[in-house]
C-alpha cells in the first residue's frame, strides 16, 4: 500500500516520493512505523528531478511525475545517493525521461555503474562547491562521504533555501503529512534519533566535519528535506543542533541494563543490579531482548553512559539474541560508555568472561570484574548484584566530575 499524493514543498518544488506503510525491517532495524522514499521535482528552465524512489515504488513516482508534467519534459536527474531504496527505480526513470544529465558524485558515478552497468547514461560528476543553473535557481553541492555511503552528497537550492539532504535528517516513518511541524514533535524526534543511532552513529566523527563544513560556507537554509520521513519546514535547524549532540556522543546519567534470560535466573540479577543504580540516583532502563529490538536497545544507548550486558551461559557461550547485539552494537561503534557484564550459568559459566570480552572490544571501559552466579541466585548473590549497580553509579559519577 502506498499514498500518491504530490505535495508543493516550495513554489515550483514538488514532494513527488512514495510511502511504504509495510516496511518493517532496513537490514537490520526495525520500521516499525513504515517509511518514506522521498523525491523532489523542480519546475524550471532545467526541469530537475532530485532521487528516485525504491524499485516497487517506481508506478508511484511515475503517477506522480504526470500529475506535475509529461516525464518527458524533465531534463536533469541528481543523484544524490545510489543506494537501492533511493535509486532503484533509475533505470525505468532514465528510460522514460531521458535527461540530458545526471549529476552525481565521483563515486556516485561509479556506484551507478557498478549497480547498474550503464556505461550510456549522460553522468556529469560534481564535486563540492560546484553549481549548476536551472535557470531562476542555482543548485549548489555538497559532498557528504561516507554519511553514510562514499557516494554520498547534499543539494542545496540557493533561491529556495532548501537543503535537500539525501539521508542526512532523516527518519523511518511513514505518514500522509510531509513536513515536521504537522506531526507530534517528540515522535518526531524520537524516529530521528532511532535514525541516526542506527545508520549514521559510526560516522559521527565525519558528521562532526561536515556540519563545521556547512556552517563555514553560511548556507541559509529555510527548510531541509531529506531522502526519508518528514520534511523540516518550521525550525530547520533544530535538526542539526541534534546531529551536533548526537555526533559529539555526549552522554548523561543513565544506564542500561541489557540482558537475556533462561530460566529467570539472569532476569532477578538485572534487577538487583537496577536497585543499586536506583538507589544512587541514576536513571535506567531495564531492557530484556526477548520484548526489546536491537535497534531500539541501540537508540537507548546514544545519550547512556552505562552500558551493562547479562546472559547465562548456553553451550559455553551466551544466548543467541546477545550475540547478536554485540555483534550490531560492535558495528555502530559506540564511544565513551563505562560497562560491566553478568549472567548466571550451571556448570561452566563462561558468560561474563565473553560478555566482558566484548565490551573491551567495543572500547567500553569495563569498570568492574562482573557478577557470575551458578543457578538461581541467593540473597548473598543479590547483594553482589547491587553492589555493582553502586559500583557503577559511583564510576558514572566519577567520569561526569
Known amino acids: ?229 518528514l520534511i523540516w519546514r518550521q525550525n530547520p535547524l533544530q535538526i542539526i543542533q541534534a546531529y551536533d549532540e548526537w555526533s559529539r556522543q555526549i552522554s548523561r546519567q543513565k544506564a542500561l541494563i541489557i540482558y537475556d534470560t533462561m530460566w529467570h535466573s539472569t532476569e532477578m540479577m538485572a534487577k538487583a543490579i537496577a536497585d543499586g543504580l536506583a538507589e544512587n540516583g541514576v536513571s535506567i532502563k531495564l531492557l530484556d531482548l526477548a520484548v526489546n529490538h536491537r535497534s531500539d536497545v541501540i537508540t537507548e544507548l546514544l545519550d547512556a553512559k552505562a552500558v551493562i550486558v547479562g546472559s547465562p551461559t548456553l553451550n559455553n557461550g551466551i544466548l543467541p539474541r546477545m550475540a547478536d547485539l554485540l555483534c550490531y552494537m560492535k558495528g555502530l561503534r559506540p564511544l565513551g560508555k563505562i560497562g560491566a557484564a553478568f549472567g548466571s550459568y550451571g556448570w561452566s559459566g563462561e558468560s561474563v568472561k565473553l560478555l566482558t570480552k566484548s565490551l573491551e572490544e567495543m572500547k567500553v571501559k569495563v569498570v568492574h570484574p562482573g557478577v557470575s552466579l551458578q543457578f538461581v541466585p541467593d540473597h548473598a548473590g543479590l547483594k553482589q548484584c547491587v553492589d555493582l549497580g553502586r559500583d557503577i553509579a559511583k564510576a558514572m559519577k566519577e567520569e561526569a566530575e
Request: aromatic content about 10%; overall charge negative; glycine content about 4%.
Open 1 to 229: 500500500m502506498t499514498l500518491r499524493t504530490i505535495t508543493e514543498v516550495k513554489k515550483g518544488i514538488n514532494w513527488v516520493g512514495a510511502v511504504d506503510w509495510t516496511v518493517r525491517d532496513f537490514h537490520g532495524y526495525s520500521t516499525y512505523k513504515g517509511t518514506t522514499y522521498n523525491s523532489f521535482l523542480v519546475l524550471d528552465e532545467k526541469v530537475t528531478l532530485f532521487d528516485t524512489v525504491k524499485k516497487p515504488f517506481k508506478m508511484d513516482l511515475i503517477h506522480n511525475l504526470y500529475k506535475v508534467i509529461d516525464p518527458k519534459k524533465i531534463d536533469y536527474l541528481v543523484v544524490n545517493h545510489v543506494e537501492p531504496d533511493h535509486s532503484g527505480s533509475i533505470p525505468e526513470i532514465v528510460e522514460l525521461i531521458q535527461p540530458e544529465k545526471i549529476f552525481c558524485s565521483s563515486r556516485g558515478k561509479k556506484a551507478l555503474l557498478d549497480h547498474y552497468h550503464r556505461e550510456d547514461w549522460p553522468y556529469e560528476v560534481v564535486e563540492t562547491g560546484q553549481e549548476i543553473s536551472l535557470g531562476k535557481r542555482t543548485v549548489q553541492f555538497i559532498e557528504t562521504r561516507m554519511v553514510h555511503w562514499p557516494d554520498s552528497m547534499f543539494s542545496y537550492i540557493k533561491e529556495d533555501e532548501l537543503l535537500i539532504s539525501s539521508d542526512g535528517f532523516g527518519q523511518h516513518w511513514a505518514t500522509s503529512e510531509r513536513f515536521n511541524d504537522e506531526v507530534d514533535q517528540s515522535e518526531l524526534m524520537a524516529h530521528a534519533a532511532k535514525y541516526y543511532a542506527n545508520i549514521l552513529l559510526p560516522y559521527s566523527a565525519l558528521i562532526q566535519k561536515l556540519i563545521a563544513n556547512v556552517q563555514k560556507m553560511d548556507l541559509k537554509i529555510s527548510m531541509i528535506a531529506p531522502d526519508h520521513g
